[in-house]
């Protein structure tokens, strides 16, 4: 019998192509998309949508009732560079809409969570290098915090109720598919739109600002695989982890392909945030506990999103 899946936040530069994913593996209407607000063309048209506010726990179950729904994927959140500004507001949404969904685990109205966490959780005290998977978390983002009590919260609905919640840290996400969505990586993306229409992109990060990053692809892969793995005796965020690289590494592969390319650098507040995130990370425990691996380096990743932007190289 195949799974009945919703999934949270599908207007969300991930949502969107993990519900196009997830219905591609188990069928268009077995995958429900939902949102505050209408999805892109392809998600509305290809399957099941339901507009919801998954901070009202009562209408969260109404549409698990009404579709059957067995597993749930919590896309839904505000990200870094927006949540810096609106504090309070990211706190409620980022904590009330998990809270609910793990009651909801928790009352076996669902048998299985996907929640998100990010390098977020990791600040200025933690090591920037191989950044390992077990090591102090001092965040100093609202977004940070709010990952780092989510993941407490899911390991205590783990332990104390025995619910089925599973977690990637997500890095730095690249997509040519959807605009980015507030994120302090989001130059990554912008930087191939600017290059292809301008021949030029003024950064918000500094040149050497590295990062960890990954091709959507992988990271699509990653939140469905560990989904698919046998229940795991422990609940763990995982590290996952694919290439790192500064603006200025990423201007001068573009570079390649549009020679007349140039980059300029004009850090905003954005910059503090990016310094207090791991340059590189260790994903190690994944590999081992449901082999993870990832499949787009550096040039790879260029070509695919200058080739997706429809610039011929």
Request: include cysteine; proline fraction near 4%.
């Amino acid at each position: 019998m195949a799974k009945t899946i919703l999934v949270i936040g599908s207007s969300g530069q991930i949502g969107t192509e993990l519900v196009l994913k997830l219905r591609q593996i188990y069928g268009n209407e077995n995958v429900i998309a939902s949102d505050i607000r209408v999805a892109n063309y392809e998600v509305m048209k290809s399957g099941p949508f339901e507009i919801l506010d998954a901070t009202k726990k009562r209408d969260i179950l109404k549409v698990i009732k009404k579709y059957k729904v067995k597993q749930v994927y919590l896309m839904a959140a505000m990200l870094s560079a927006i949540a810096e500004k609106h504090p309070h507001k990211a706190w409620s949404l980022n904590m009330t809409t998990l809270l609910n969904v793990l009651d909801l685990a928790k009352e076996k109205a669902i048998k299985q969570v996907f929640w998100p966490s990010s390098i977020a959780v990791f600040g200025s005290s933690s090591p920037k290098q191989n950044t390992p998977q077990e090591t102090i978390m001092a965040p100093s983002t609202v977004y940070g915090i709010s990952k780092v009590a989510g993941e407490n919260w899911c390991a205590y609905y783990h332990d104390k109720y025995g619910v089925d919640v599973r977690s990637v840290r997500y890095p730095g996400i690249i997509s040519y598919k959807t605009v980015p969505g507030g994120g302090t990586t989001d130059y990554a993306v912008e930087i191939f739109h600017e290059a292809i229409k301008n021949e030029s992109y003024t950064s918000f990060l500094n040149a050497n600002s590295t990062l960890p990053m990954m091709y959507m692809g992988d990271a699509i892969d990653a939140t469905v695989n560990i989904m698919r793995h046998e229940k795991f005796d422990k609940y763990t965020s995982y590290n996952i982890a694919a290439i790192s690289f500064s603006p200025k590494e990423i201007a001068k592969v573009i570079k390649k392909f549009i020679p007349k390319f140039s980059i300029n650098y004009k850090s905003d507040d954005r910059q503090a945030i990016a310094d207090s995130w791991p340059q590189s990370i260790d994903d190690k425990q994944a590999k081992r506990d449901w082999n993870w691996n990832y499949n787009f380096d550096l040039e790879s990743l260029v070509k695919l999103m200058l080739n997706g932007l429809n610039y011929k190289i």
